[in-house]
Every structure is written in structure tokens, then in C-alpha cells.
């Protein structure tokens, strides 16, 4: 299937969009709940699976749907053609603060790993699917690292990352070691490897956990600065474990508060 060839325009810093210029009949998949607005005289059209051409029949869009579920994602992706005899546009908005890139896969040689949860819209006719690691080592260390999405195709995907987007291009046996979070993405010339840090005491005490990924080139890579389990974990160990509110100055606040109730309560005469 040919891919459709749409034009874009990412808006915003922090917290990024992207609006996809469509000619009529062209369309663009996009992640369950990531539409942010579109004009009037798109249609929408939900498909089991990850609506490309190829998956053939309803054992095809099982097997589609199949891998976006070991990945975590939606059964279903979401299909925006324009229906109208003029061009239109759809917007796709990022879940979380960071950055949206563009990715032309054919001049990244048709296929882009990315981590499990990056992708965020396509042209139609990307194909969506699961890349294992390789090596065992890998399958029982690599966390977040293990299961990522395949991108397919010589379309144009856009994949989101959190914080700030760094992209390396390392030389044949060049090694990048990384926290296993902030991998975005990267081509399948790249050698993804899991490795100890080392020394018990950094990996006891360190709070970067007890495996890196280890990256070889050649390829490109890209990398995030903020992924969303580290954001995560930061929103949760600040939140109050008990259901109330946590006020700032909650103890110098508190000591105000209890000398004033003192003094209602016990009937000052001055």
C-alpha cells in the first residue's frame, strides 16, 4: 500500500501538538485518545488492529491487534481521512511534557524501534508492530527496554518523548551506555544490550538501578530526558500517602494554626 504523504506542523514548547495537513482522500492513524481537534469534513474510523492494508482478513487484525496489546497500547487505533474536496487538518496532542518528533522512515531505511508508548500518529499506511530484544540478558533485565514498537514503512511517523530530545549517531562499534527509560528510539542497525553498573555499591546507592542499556552503533539514537516512569515516581513519592492535603510550611503552618485554636479555646481575658 502506498504510503499517504501529508504535510505538518508541530506548535508548542513544553506541552508540543502537531496539526497534519490533509489532501482530500489522504488520512492519518493516530493513537487511542491523542486527537486534539480536526475541520469539519474529516471522518473518523476506529479498526481493530493497527489499520494498515497489510494485516489482510480477521486473523491479520488479530494479529495486529495482538502485538499493539503486548505493547501495552490499544486494541484499536483510530483512522482520520478527509472526506472533502479541499485540503483539511487533524491535530494530535502529546500526553505529557517533552518534545514530538518527526520521523521520515525512509530515510531511516523503512523501520525505527521506539519505546513502547512513543508513538503518538502516522500516515497512513505505517505499520505497527513489537520488536523482541535479541539477547536473554536483555529479556530478563531490560525493564521499560524489553518489548518496543516497530515502525514500518516510507511514510512519516511522529513519535513523543519526554523532556529534552538529544539525538546521537553513533559510528560502527561506538557504545553509548543509558538509563533503560531514556531510550526513545532508534534504527535497527543499533546493537540494544543490557549491562551491570558495575559495583554493588552504586547499585545499591546510586538511584540509577542496577542495569544500563548498552547501545553500539552504527545507527542513530535518540534520547529523552524526563521519561514518564521517572515523572511518575517523582508525582507519586511527593504526593501524601494519606488522603489528605499537604500544605506548604505544613509544620510551621501547623504550629500557627494549634496556638491559635489554644487561644479561642481556652478563653484568653487580655
Not at 525512509?106 to 500518529?121: N, S
Request: with cysteine.
Amino acid at each position: 500500500m502506498a504510503m499517504d504523504v501529508v504535510d505538518y506542523e508541530i506548535k508548542g514548547a513544553e506541552m508540543q501538538f502537531v496539526e497534519v495537513e490533509l489532501d482530500p482522500g489522504e488520512a492519518a492513524i493516530g493513537e487511542a485518545g491523542s486527537m486534539m481537534f480536526m475541520d469539519a469534513g474529516i471522518s473518523m474510523d476506529t479498526v481493530f488492529g493497527d489499520g494498515s492494508a497489510n494485516q489482510g482478513g480477521f486473523f491479520g487484525k488479530l494479529l495486529g491487534a495482538g502485538k499493539r496489546l503486548v505493547t501495552g497500547e490499544s486494541l484499536f487505533t483510530t483512522i482520520y481521512t478527509n472526506q472533502a474536496s479541499s485540503k483539511l487538518r487533524v491535530a494530535f496532542a502529546a500526553p505529557y511534557p517533552g518534545k514530538i518528533l518527526p520521523m521520515e522512515l525512509a530515510a531511516l531505511g523503512g523501520t525505527l524501534i521506539c519505546q513502547k508508548d512513543a508513538f503518538l500518529c502516522a500516515a497512513r499506511g505505517v505499520s505497527l508492530g513489537i520488536a523482541f530484544q535479541r539477547k536473554l540478558s536483555t529479556g530478563f533485565f531490560g525493564g521499560e527496554g524489553f518489548i518496543m514498537q516497530k515502525l514500518e514503512g516510507d511514510g512519516l511517523a511522529f513519535v513523543h518523548a519526554g523532556g529534552t530530545v538529544v539525538r546521537r549517531t553513533l559510528q560502527p562499534g561506538q557504545t553509548l551506555l543509558v538509563d533503560t527509560g531514556c531510550v526513545v528510539a532508534y534504527t535497527p542497525g543499533v546493537d540494544f544490550e543490557i549491562q551491570y553498573v558495575g559495583k554493588i555499591k552504586t547499585a545499591l546507592f546510586g538511584g540509577e538501578g542496577l542495569f544500563l542499556a548498552k547501545l553500539t552503533g552504527p545507527g542513530e539514537v535518540w534520547l529523552q530526558s524526563l521519561p514518564f516512569s521517572r515523572l511518575a515516581s517523582r508525582i507519586f513519592a511527593a504526593a501524601p500517602q494519606n488522603g489528605g492535603r499537604r500544605e506548604e510550611g505544613s509544620v510551621l503552618g501547623g504550629f500557627a494554626a494549634g496556638g491559635l485554636l489554644g487561644g479561642v479555646l481556652g478563653g484568653d481575658d487580655d
